[in-house]
């Protein structure tokens, strides 16, 4: 009988996370990483790759799509338990305990409609006084959003928007995750595809991550995961998942050699 009491305090003692089933997490639709599959559920490459991870550690994946500043309003809350993909921003990290290891790093590029005679060093300062499309909430990376207060932004919800907006000419530039894009422009804007190119050199590269919600104190599930998210990688799994969403493999080659 005592044995039992002790039990029972210990099991309500114990974290929520230890003996939570399903996970419940959020984020954008952000094809070929997250997106709405032909069964109305979500799928995608991070989609896939969380949900492997998390099944190896005993858990079942969740995942709703809501626009992003949604979304990242949700986990600040405690509302859903993590938000993926992100990229690591001092402001997240307030109430994100974000993955220590990469989940999907992303090539950041501008796109201009072609003939444009807009050019691009590489230096963000050279495009100062066009017009940027950018998407509400979203993050490019250190590199744009710390030039981005000096820029002349435009801002819509949706990559199908700014492509549109940019075929009109109503922008100059849009940047975007190079995945993404190609996605995008093989899919719902395949009538812009023509009209719209990939300028060079990219802004960067950044990495992203998942993050867990320090409201709902997912840290001890956030170390866990990095364990089990290293060990996957290793294992090779990652490569026909990239395969499935017809990512080449070739992209993510430098990122492959480091796991």
Same mark, same amino acid.
Request: charged share 25%; glycine share 6%.
């Given at each position: 009988?005592?044995?039992? $009491? ?8 114990? /974290? #929520? ?36 991870? %998390? ?7 969740? #995942?709703?799509?809501? /626009? ?35 989940? $999907?790093?992303? #090539? ?50 949706? %990559? ?23 996605? #995008? ?10 009209? $719209? ?42 490569? /026909? ?5 017809? $990512? ?12």
């Amino acid at each position: 009988m005592k044995n039992a $009491i002790l039990l029972a305090a210990a099991l309500t003692l114990a /974290p #929520v996370t230890a003996l939570a089933d399903v996970i419940k997490c959020t984020s954008l639709e952000f094809a070929p990483l997250i997106f709405v599959g032909s069964d109305k559920k979500p799928t995608g490459l991070a989609v896939d790759v969380v949900q492997q991870v %998390l099944k190896k550690m005993g858990h079942t994946l969740e #995942v709703e799509i809501y /626009p992003w500043a949604r979304s990242l309003e949700m986990v600040k809350r405690g509302e859903r338990d993590c938000i993926f993909t992100a990229y690591k921003t001092p402001e997240r990290e307030e109430f994100l305990d974000f993955s220590k290891e990469v989940l $999907i790093p992303q #090539v950041i590029s501008f796109y201009a409609k072609k003939g444009s005679s807009v050019k691009f060093t590489g230096d963000l300062e050279s495009i100062k006084g066009q017009s940027v499309g950018v998407t509400n909430a979203i993050s490019y990376g250190p590199k744009f959003d710390a030039a981005k207060g000096k820029l002349k932004v435009d801002t819509v919800q949706t %990559l199908d928007q700014n492509f549109q907006k940019l075929a009109m000419g109503r922008v100059d530039l849009v940047p975007s995750n190079l995945y993404t894009a190609s996605f #995008v422009l093989g899919g719902t804007s395949k009538s812009l595809a023509k009209d $719209i190119v990939e300028v060079a050199p990219p802004i960067e590269t950044v990495s992203s991550y998942i993050g867990f919600s320090k409201k709902k104190s997912h840290a001890a599930l956030r170390d866990k995961f990095d364990v089990e998210l290293k060990k996957f990688f290793a294992s090779g799994e990652f490569e /026909p998942l990239l395969k499935k969403y017809e $990512i080449p493999v070739e992209s993510l080659r430098g990122f492959l050699g480091k796991k």
